[in-house]
C-alpha cells in the first residue's frame, strides 16, 4: 500500500466534504473543525454520495451523515452509526504533506 495524493488542503474547509477519484475508486474526504478523514464515497444502505452528506462532531467522533436517509457513519472507523445503514463504510489511514492531504490505498 502507498499514499495518494488527494487535494490540497485549501481545497476543504471545515465542516465540507468532496469527492475525489483514486486509482478508480471514489473516496469522500473531510474536513472537521480542521481533522481530516477519508471513507467510500457511498452509503451502505443506497448507494448515495456521503461526500454531499453533513459532517460533525457528536459523542467525540467525527461523523457523516447521509444526504439521503439519515444513516451516519464514524469517519475514524467506518462503522455505522444509525439506521438504516447496518454495514459500515470502508475508511482509510491519512496524511498530510507538504499543504496536502493523501491517502493511503
Request: charged letters at 25%; aromatic letters at 6%; hydrophobic letters at 40%.
Amino acid at each position: 500500500m502507498a499514499f495518494v495524493r488527494a487535494i490540497a488542503k485549501s481545497e476543504l474547509q471545515p465542516g465540507q466534504g468532496k469527492q475525489v477519484v483514486l486509482q478508480g475508486r471514489k473516496i469522500a474526504i473531510f474536513n472537521v473543525n480542521g481533522k481530516y478523514h477519508a471513507v467510500d464515497d457511498v452509503c451502505t444502505h443506497d448507494e448515495a454520495s456521503l461526500s454531499e452528506g453533513s459532517v460533525f462532531a457528536e459523542d467525540c467522533r467525527c461523523v457523516v451523515e447521509c444526504p439521503w436517509h439519515g444513516s451516519r457513519f464514524d469517519l475514524a472507523s467506518g462503522e455505522a452509526l444509525t439506521l438504516p445503514a447496518v454495514r459500515p463504510v470502508k475508511a482509510y489511514l491519512m496524511r498530510e504533506l507538504d499543504g496536502a492531504i493523501e491517502v493511503e490505498l
